[in-house]
């Protein structure tokens, strides 16, 4: 079943009823759906689907491509000379009538001289554009495709109609794959995939989401157990030393100078590891809210990442030696909420920024708020901070993924906090909450003081 992606096929569907040359470029992290979305919005159109294979050579690719557009299965179909002459076969059948012609892993045919970009473009500036095609190429490797194919000096730059980035699914969506679960589990499901449709569909409907987590995580013969080495390996030359970075962000070691003393990589050369991982968006860098650069910290956005390097090592003996069962109380369960705490903002965020109806500002910002009170010299931290686009006024946001109710402290730790930023203008304050809130927190519920529990988020 396909799940999700509405907005994204509805965009398809636009261009593909244009009837004129439509040119999409589809790109984004492995396993995110970008074969399933095309496959999705192909199904009951006329389509030759064809998929590059990594490390084939140029013939092995023509005589591939040369098989979908015979549409056969057997070995007796005609062979292409060239693949000038294939693209030509592609845009006779175009000429009077819609076909979508895909390019699934682009990158993978793309040789260093750029010869397969250039022989594109062209075909496109002299055949496809006077034709009834709809192109779309796609490809994971996303730097790849921002620079080589996206690139202001590259042959495709200025011909495409469609740009479309496909991002994992936020935390509404993710939890549709599940919609039995509790909101707590739904949580926890998407603190764990990250949205990511190939992981979610790992997970089994018959199983609770404790056995599911046994299953794919903690079990060294299932997909998710390995998905993250051989990510790595796929990407990087030295995938030893940018695990230990990745370990020691996702275990609360967010400062260069502390993941270089936790890795025992030279500060000169960890640079090198961090800005790669940040161009793979396994990790991110972020400074607070109007806040100075050298203030910046680091931490893994990839939730998957996130999730099997703050428990998989710890519990790596018990894996391996089968034991999993008897650990995974004590060793990952017991530390869930604490896990969660991080993962929660973001689920908080992404409901103000994207679900939340009627919020009291127009949005410019979000991000979150740490730093210093000039006052008590108090180290402050704000999980959420969203700044106006027309005026001072701010949205100021706490969130506790814990088992007891929030109280009326939380209040007015807030408002110093909110002091300690130095905000001018009104402020509009929203607390999350796994486990509700106290009477007293109740009674201050008013159009500045909005209460959520994580229930009513995912309602």
């Known amino acids: 079943m ?15 009823v244009s009837g004129g040359f439509e040119f ?49 299965d057997d070995d007796d179909f005609p062979v292409f000379h060239s693949f000038q002459s294939a693209f030509h076969e592609i845009a006779i059948r175009a000429k009077d009538g819609r076909l979508v012609f895909v390019i699934d892993e682009f990158p993978y045919l793309e040789d260093d001289d750029g010869y397969f970009s250039s022989l594109l473009q062209n075909t496109i500036d002299r055949e496809f ?39 994992p699914l936020d935390y509404y969506d993710t939890a549709r794959f599940f919609p039995g679960y509790t909101a707590y589990e739904k949580a926890v499901l998407y603190g764990v995939t990250g949205g990511i449709p190939f992981y979610l569909e790992q997970f089994s409907p018959g199983l609770d989401l404790k056995e599911n987590l046994k299953r794919n995580f903690f079990n060294s013969s299932c997909v998710l157990f390995n998905e993250s080495d051989n990510l790595l390996k796929e990407e990087l030359r030295e995938p030893a030393n940018y695990k230990a970075v990745i370990s020691a962000i996702a275990n609360g070691k967010t400062k260069y100078s502390e993941i270089a ?27 607070p809210i109007g806040g100075e650069e050298k203030k910046s910290i680091y931490y893994v956005s990839d939730l998957y990442f996130r999730f099997w390097f ?19 109380h004590v060793a990952i369960w017991r530390l869930m909420n604490d896990y969660m705490g991080p993962v929660f903002e973001i689920i908080c965020r992404e409901y103000l920024e994207y679900r939340a109806l009627g919020l009291p500002i127009l949005p410019r910002e979000a991000g979150s708020w740490w730093g210093g009170a000039p006052r008590t010299r108090k180290e402050c931290e704000i999980d959420i901070v969203i700044t106006s686009a027309v005026d001072d006024d701010v949205i100021i946001g ?14 007015q730790l807030m408002e110093e906090y909110a002091d300690a ?16 809130f106290t009477d007293g927190m109740k009674s201050k519920a008013s159009d500045t003081v909005h209460l ?8």
């Open 2 to 16: 396909f799940i999700a992606r509405e907005n994204e096929l509805a965009t398809l569907e636009e261009k593909h």
């Open 24 to 72: 999409a470029i589809i790109y984004g992290r492995r396993r995110v759906g970008k074969t399933r979305l095309i496959e999705e919005f192909t199904k009951d159109k006329d389509c030759i689907f064809f998929s590059a294979m990594k490390d084939e050579s140029r013939q092995q690719s023509l005589y591939q491509l040369s098989k979908c557009i015979a549409g056969v």
């Open 421 to 436: 930023m130095g905000t001018r203008g009104r402020r509009y304050y929203y607390f999350f909450s796994l486990s509700g």
């Open 129 to 167: 554009k006077h034709t009834k095609l709809f192109l779309i190429i796609s490809g994971s490797s996303v730097s790849f495709m921002e620079d080589e194919v996206l690139g202001y000096e590259n042959p495709f730059y200025g011909r495409s109609t469609l740009i479309m980035k496909l991002q």
């Open 310 to 328: 703050f428990f998989v090592p710890r519990t790596y003996s018990s894996i391996l030696s089968g034991r999993i069962q008897g650990a995974f």
């Open 261 to 287: 003393d936790a890795t025992g990589i030279k500060s000169g050369v960890l640079s090198k590891y961090l800005n790669k991982l940040i161009e793979l968006r396994i990790i991110s860098k972020k400074k």
């Open 398 to 411: 706490s969130c506790k993924f814990k088992n007891t109710a929030v109280g009326i402290d939380e209040l």
């Open 452 to 459: 959520l529990t994580c229930d009513s988020i995912y309602q």
